[in-house]
């Protein structure tokens, strides 16, 4: 059954509602009036914090569950299985499921402008950017963010004006959405199991940005520029529309000027670690512009924003060590992560990676051994499936293997070696997507 009209939708059923995407949704619609409620296999913090927003949540999947059979309209995570008990009884009953991307799809139309964050990496970090911005504007908007910002969390709203949303590229998600600016940070091969082969990636990109009414894509990144003629954003390409130029760090914090068409605007001193955030806020400030908003006030916003939740997120001191968690999971992006880190250590930089899919493992193989084998101090933790089967070919202990380094599946192990090392002024830096953020937290309990 197809979906046909919001107004033959009182109650919305989520299964898989724990997910960081999926909870901010089920949040807008409990805003937006419906009764909203949903199950996942495990209690996180996203199933604790959904009842403070009217959200009923279950643990367990049941094809008996009234609130699943009373739904008008069934969203359901791309994570599960086919064979989903819950979602094959939906479809026995005839009622309209839609994935994710396709409810995000369908909710964006419902505002005046769309905002969208594309790219293989620093989609979360921008739309929380785009967040702050649009708060210091004080004008109506919605964010609907795929981590958590240390503010907003994973959502925020003050009206339907604008929404601010991600464009994930994972089985062609972003091309559900219909923007009217739409932003691409950058193309690289990742979520290739979802694409023939990178020109087909490419293709999904290009697709992504022509069909918005205005798009812009990094002039520092040959993949974005191969797309064809955009307006741009960047800091190398002295032909960028909106560039950043006399960047100083100050502990890694940049601060730049905004360079509009070759005019300088503003100074913007951001509070955001990493020279990527200076990428993620050019980008925001081109979206911001494109709607003729005040660049002091666009500045003012990044300058207001601090940190997402596990993007170099400091958890922690061990004997006078900086305890760091960041979410990269890509060769680029622990390849950016590390430079920050060494850009702020002052003694050993010890890092603990954990592969997050066997997938990923497998088709970027030379990628991670290249990015890995550098380090002196590396620990690669057990592989964080996701959705996945176990294939040897692309564990984490083959990747070990190949990087040369330690190996370890059991917290113990992880627990002696960074209790019998880590002195003042190291960092320990815990890389991935999985759940190597938990057992960073727990192991910095357990030691102390």
């Not at 293709?203 to 191969?226: E, G, I, L, W």
């Not at 996945?388 to 070696?417: H, M």
Request: proline fraction near 2%.
């Amino acid at each position: 059954m197809r979906f046909n009209d919001w107004r033959d939708v009182k109650k919305i059923y989520f299964i898989g509602i724990g997910g960081i995407s999926m909870s901010a949704l089920a949040k807008l619609l409990s805003v937006r009036g419906f009764t909203v409620s949903g199950s996942d296999i495990q209690r996180s913090e996203q199933t604790e914090n959904l009842p403070f927003y009217g959200v009923r949540v279950f643990i367990g999947n049941t094809a008996e569950r009234k609130e699943l059979l009373e739904a008008d309209l069934i969203v359901y995570t791309d994570a599960i299985s086919p064979e989903n008990a819950e979602l094959l009884r939906a479809k026995k009953e005839n009622k309209p499921c839609l994935t994710r991307a396709e409810a995000l799809g369908i909710i964006s139309r419902d505002f005046s402008h769309t905002v969208a964050v594309g790219g293989s990496h620093g989609k979360t970090t921008c739309t929380s950017m785009c967040a702050h911005i649009f708060k210091a504007l004080a004008v109506p908007f919605t964010a609907h963010i795929g981590g958590e910002d240390s503010t907003f969390g994973n959502f925020a709203t003050t009206g339907s004006e604008f929404f601010l949303t991600e464009a994930c590229e994972y089985k062609k998600n972003l091309l559900k959405l219909q923007s009217e600016v739409a932003i691409l940070l950058n193309i690289d091969a990742d979520h290739m199991e979802c694409y023939r082969d990178f020109q087909d990636l490419q293709d999904c990109f290009r697709q992504y940005v022509q069909s918005a009414k205005t798009a812009f894509v990094c002039a520092d990144d040959p993949n974005c520029r191969a797309l064809g003629d955009f307006p741009s954003f960047g800091i190398e390409n002295a032909f960028a529309d909106y560039r950043g130029i006399d960047l100083r760090a100050n502990g890694e914090k940049y601060a730049f000027t905004v360079e509009e068409y070759g005019k300088p605007l503003c100074r913007i001193r951001l509070n955001a670690i990493g020279r990527c955030n200076v990428y993620n806020a050019l980008a925001a400030f081109a979206a911001a512009r494109s709607f003729g908003f005040a660049e002091t006030q666009i500045a003012r916003g990044l300058e207001e924003f601090r940190a997402v939740k596990r993007r170099f997120e400091k958890i922690g001191v061990y004997r006078g060590a900086s305890f760091i968690c960041d979410y990269a999971h890509h060769p680029k992006e622990i390849r950016s992560t590390i430079a920050t880190a060494e850009g702020v250590c002052r003694g050993k930089l010890y890092v603990v990676f954990q592969p997050h899919t066997y997938s990923r493992t497998k088709l970027l193989y030379r990628e991670f051994v290249e990015v890995l084998r550098p380090l002196n101090n590396l620990m690669i933790y057990k592989t964080y499936p996701a959705r996945e089967k176990y294939d040897e070919e692309g564990s984490a202990s083959v990747l070990a293997e190949g990087v040369g380094c330690l190996y370890s599946e059991n917290v113990y192990v992880l627990k002696t070696w960074l209790k019998t090392t880590v002195r003042e002024g190291d960092v320990v830096l815990f890389l991935g997507a999985g759940d190597i953020y938990h057992i960073a937290k727990y192991l910095l309990k357990e030691i102390k």
